[in-house]
Each structure stands twice: as structure tokens, then as C-alpha cells.
């Protein structure tokens, strides 16, 4: 067993003083993803931070039109909360696509913002691993990798990020705030905030140490109301995507104007296909361009062994999603 000490913080301000003494200290919030990686032996911090106590949990207007969501919100709130419903469909509809009701429940904005992999070999603990040891290669790129990524991979990784939440926020291009341990605040838009693996497959975000997510941002953007979320998986209910789809469509008359569009379950990151939104924009909304653009969006693909068929699912996804957002009275 690795030993840890445990600490609850009462504010923002104690849990980052908290974090600055002690560069293994780890943030607990929901543990729906971290508590796993404890019983596992894949997370051995040196100390945890519960910051339960320390508030960020509300949802509210901001000046622009848009939402400021806190970290500590959980996703059932999120989910059901009437502005998120309406202003960001695409949010409620990937929320309500991932886990269970109960993890839901726990769960909280900030910590599904950084969910790890669930590649087995990152989770089995013994396997050769560069995410979880830096340096012991990946079993990975031999191994059984029917869920692995086809995009954004490397030699180093092509572990999959795992969440639906972070590839709609990515469509509607949210703005990550955080507090650093020495007091600043910082607003990382969330196409900045992903690391694809590349040669350092264990450095996942821009997030220094100790610093902690404290409310995501999202923009007043009228059309964003024109939005879905399309998950593929092997079963319906708490099972991760094979292929999923975020779109926001700005439509207007008979016109595609412009688009948002992300991937999940096909990459290292949530994949932002600004390939897709260039070849979409300025089209009709018909079948046609919808395979276009999805065939544009997995153009840079790299299937390994066992993966190859999500190329062929993730088009079909985007497609679909594509056609369902199109469609959408708003």
C-alpha cells in the first residue's frame, strides 16, 4: 500500500497553499476516476486534497450571454440544469451520454475535465507504459488496441482519452479557468489546454503542479443552441465511446456559415477537427457535404492493428451528427 496523508480545505486558497508544499499532493473531489487509480496502484500521490469544502460549485449567467459552470458542479446538475439544456444541447446530451446516474451524481465538472485513459496496459500496472512510466515504451502498439486512438498518436502513446464532456466543450470551445499555488488566476481557452501525447505521453494538460480547475467558461454564442452529441459504443448504457461527435452548426437559410466540430473515443485528446469545420463551411446542409466533411475530419487518421474499423465509424458518427444538428429547430 503507498501511503498518503489526507487534508480537507476549506477554501481555494488553503487547498492550493495545500498543494505548494508538497509536489505529490493530488485534488479529490467526486474520486470517480481517481479513487479507481488509487485501488489499482496507477496513482500514488504523496498526500490528498479534499475540496469538497471549498465551494465552486454554482452555475451562473455571465455578462456576454454565456455560463461560468463551477468545477465543483456535478454533472447531474449540469445536465439538468434549463440554461444548459438550452443555450448548449451538445453539453446535456453528452453528460447524460456517459456513466451511470449514480456517477453522475459524484462526479464533478472540474475532475471529468481530467479523466486518464482506460487504456489496460496504463490501468494494469505492470505493463510497459510511457503515460503512467515514463520511459518503458507502450505495450500498446503490439498489444490488443481495438480501443486505442487513430488520431494524435505517437510511437510514445496512442492511448485514448476517455471523456464526453471535454469533446463538447471543446465544440463550443470553453475557456478553462484555474488558480495557480501562488494565488494567480489563469483562463486557458480548451484547445489549449489538451496535450497531445507526442514524445511525453504523461504530461496530459498545460495545468502546472498544484494548480487547480476552478469553473469552465462558456461563450454567449446565439448558435451553439444548434448542437449534438452522437456517441458510438460497444453497449448502450456506462460504456466508454468508440467513436463519439460534438457539432454546432450556424445555419442560416439554405447556408452552412460555419461550424464547430469535435471528436471523442478516436483520439489522445478531444479532437477539434478544424479540417471538418473549414470543408463545411459556406455548404448546403445536405448528405453529400455531411460525408465530405467527415471523410476531411479522419483524412489524417492511423489506425494500428486492431482499431482500424473506428475510421470507418467515427465518418459515419460525424455524419450523423452532422445531419441531426442540421435538422435541429432552434
Not at 496507477?42 to 454565456?66: H, K, Q
Not at 507504459?129 to 480501443?147: D, E, M, V, W, Y
Not at 449534438?228 to 450556424?250: C, I, M, Q
Not at 467515427?314 to 441531426?324: D, E, I, P
Given at each position: 500500500?503507498?501511503?498518503?496523508?489526507?487534508?480537507?480545505?476549506?477554501?481555494?486558497?488553503?487547498?492550493?497553499?495545500?498543494?505548494?508544499?508538497?509536489?505529490?499532493?493530488?485534488?479529490?473531489?467526486?474520486?470517480?476516476?481517481?479513487?479507481?487509480?488509487?485501488?489499482?496502484?496507477?496513482?500514488?500521490?504523496?498526500?490528498?486534497?479534499?475540496i469538497n469544502g471549498?465551494?465552486?460549485?454554482?452555475?451562473?449567467?455571465?455578462?456576454?450571454?454565456?455560463?461560468?459552470?463551477?468545477?465543483?458542479?456535478?454533472?447531474?446538475?449540469?445536465?439538468?440544469?434549463?440554461?444548459?439544456?438550452?443555450?448548449?444541447?451538445?453539453?446535456?446530451?453528452?453528460?447524460?451520454?456517459?456513466?451511470?446516474?449514480?456517477?453522475?451524481?459524484?462526479?464533478?465538472?472540474?475532475?471529468?475535465?481530467?479523466?486518464?485513459?482506460?487504456?489496460?496496459?496504463?490501468?494494469?500496472?505492470?505493463?510497459?507504459?510511457?503515460?503512467?512510466?515514463?520511459?518503458?515504451?507502450?505495450?500498446?502498439?503490439?498489444?490488443?488496441?481495438?480501443?486505442?486512438?487513430?488520431?494524435?498518436?505517437?510511437?510514445?502513446?496512442?492511448?485514448?482519452?476517455?471523456?464526453?464532456?471535454?469533446?463538447?466543450?471543446?465544440?463550443?470551445?470553453?475557456?478553462?479557468?484555474?488558480?495557480?499555488?501562488?494565488?494567480?488566476?489563469?483562463?486557458?481557452?480548451?484547445?489549449?489546454?489538451?496535450?497531445?501525447?507526442?514524445?511525453?505521453?504523461?504530461?496530459?494538460?498545460?495545468?502546472?503542479?498544484?494548480?487547480?480547475?476552478?469553473?469552465?467558461?462558456?461563450?454567449?454564442?446565439?448558435?451553439?443552441?444548434?448542437?449534438?452529441?452522437v456517441k458510438a459504443?460497444?453497449?448502450?448504457?456506462?460504456?466508454?465511446?468508440?467513436?463519439?461527435?460534438?457539432?454546432?452548426?450556424?445555419?442560416?437559410?439554405?447556408?452552412?456559415?460555419?461550424?464547430?466540430?469535435?471528436?471523442?473515443?478516436?483520439?489522445?485528446?478531444?479532437?477539434?477537427?478544424?479540417?471538418?469545420?473549414?470543408?463545411?463551411?459556406?455548404?448546403?446542409?445536405?448528405?453529400?457535404?455531411?460525408?465530405?466533411?467527415?471523410?476531411?475530419?479522419?483524412?489524417?487518421?492511423?489506425?494500428?492493428?486492431?482499431?482500424?474499423?473506428?475510421?470507418?465509424?467515427?465518418?459515419?458518427?460525424?455524419a450523423r451528427a452532422?445531419?441531426?444538428?442540421?435538422?435541429?429547430?432552434?
Amino acid at each position: 500500500m503507498n501511503p498518503f496523508s489526507y487534508t480537507r480545505a476549506g477554501s481555494v486558497e488553503s487547498a492550493c497553499q495545500a498543494a505548494a508544499g508538497n509536489g505529490g499532493a493530488k485534488f479529490v473531489a467526486g474520486g470517480t476516476t481517481l479513487v479507481d487509480l488509487l485501488k489499482l496502484n496507477v496513482e500514488r500521490p504523496s498526500a490528498l486534497i479534499d475540496i469538497n469544502g471549498v465551494g465552486l460549485g454554482e452555475i451562473e449567467e455571465t455578462p456576454g450571454g454565456g455560463l461560468r459552470i463551477g468545477a465543483m458542479a456535478r454533472n447531474s446538475q449540469v445536465a439538468a440544469d434549463g440554461r444548459v439544456k438550452e443555450k448548449y444541447p451538445v453539453l446535456t446530451e453528452a453528460l447524460l451520454s456517459g456513466a451511470s446516474p449514480q456517477l453522475r451524481h459524484m462526479a464533478t465538472v472540474g475532475g471529468n475535465l481530467l479523466q486518464r485513459t482506460r487504456c489496460p496496459y496504463f490501468r494494469d500496472g505492470y505493463s510497459a507504459c510511457n503515460k503512467r512510466q515514463p520511459g518503458t515504451g507502450c505495450a500498446a502498439l503490439a498489444g490488443f488496441n481495438r480501443s486505442h486512438a487513430v488520431l494524435g498518436g505517437s510511437e510514445q502513446c496512442i492511448a485514448t482519452f476517455p471523456g464526453d464532456m471535454p469533446v463538447a466543450l471543446t465544440a463550443l470551445e470553453a475557456v478553462i479557468h484555474t488558480r495557480k499555488t501562488d494565488g494567480t488566476e489563469s483562463a486557458t481557452p480548451i484547445g489549449d489546454f489538451y496535450i497531445s501525447d507526442g514524445d511525453d505521453p504523461a504530461r496530459e494538460t498545460v495545468l502546472g503542479r498544484g494548480e487547480l480547475i476552478t469553473a469552465v467558461e462558456l461563450p454567449g454564442t446565439d448558435w451553439l443552441r444548434r448542437s449534438v452529441y452522437v456517441k458510438a459504443r460497444d453497449r448502450e448504457s456506462f460504456n466508454f465511446a468508440l467513436a463519439s461527435a460534438a457539432v454546432a452548426l450556424d445555419v442560416r437559410g439554405n447556408r452552412i456559415e460555419s461550424a464547430r466540430i469535435a471528436l471523442g473515443g478516436v483520439g489522445t485528446k478531444p479532437w477539434r477537427s478544424h479540417l471538418a469545420e473549414e470543408a463545411i463551411a459556406g455548404t448546403e446542409p445536405i448528405a453529400a457535404v455531411y460525408e465530405a466533411v467527415a471523410e476531411a475530419a479522419l483524412r489524417d487518421a492511423h489506425p494500428a492493428k486492431h482499431n482500424g474499423f473506428k475510421v470507418e465509424l467515427a465518418r459515419r458518427t460525424l455524419a450523423r451528427a452532422l445531419q441531426l444538428a442540421s435538422a435541429k429547430r432552434v
